[in-house]
């Protein structure tokens, strides 16, 4: 994906304010083309793909049912997880940390690798 210039980029370049800038950012957010990124930054979004808008934390535990595993299963690392979904290692670490609280994921040490400790409850599909 390619980076868009930030908002004190375009405010320099183009003589507009933070609030147009930002303005901006927002109605290509709207219209699916841009999504915020780490650091204040904004990305193109390519065309026929969509964002997951869920929280990190879901989209972690839907690895759970995505990968298939099973109880006991390892977990796959912070650092394969940030790579995976495009955000930093402290982010991914406190996604795991609401796993761990819910009682999904074990406890994270030094040199062992997290484990699947329970299943995700599966969520019923809305009704037309």
Do not use: C, N, Y
Request: hydrophobic share 35%.
């Amino acid at each position: 994906m390619s980076e868009l210039p930030s908002a004190a980029d375009l405010m320099r370049e183009h003589g507009v304010s933070r609030g147009v800038a930002l303005r901006v950012f927002g109605a290509l957010q709207r219209d699916g083309l841009a999504e915020p990124v780490p650091g204040g930054r904004w990305r193109v979004v390519r065309g026929g793909r969509k964002t997951d808008q869920k929280p990190l934390a879901q989209r972690l535990a839907d690895i759970i049912t995505d990968d298939h595993l099973a109880v006991g299963d390892d977990f796959p690392s912070t650092t394969q997880l940030s790579a995976r979904f495009g955000v930093s290692r402290p982010t991914v670490s406190k996604a795991l940390s609401q796993l761990e609280s819910a009682g999904l994921l074990s406890e994270a040490r030094q040199g062992k690798q997290r484990t699947v400790r329970a299943l995700p409850e599966p969520t019923e599909a809305p009704r037309p």
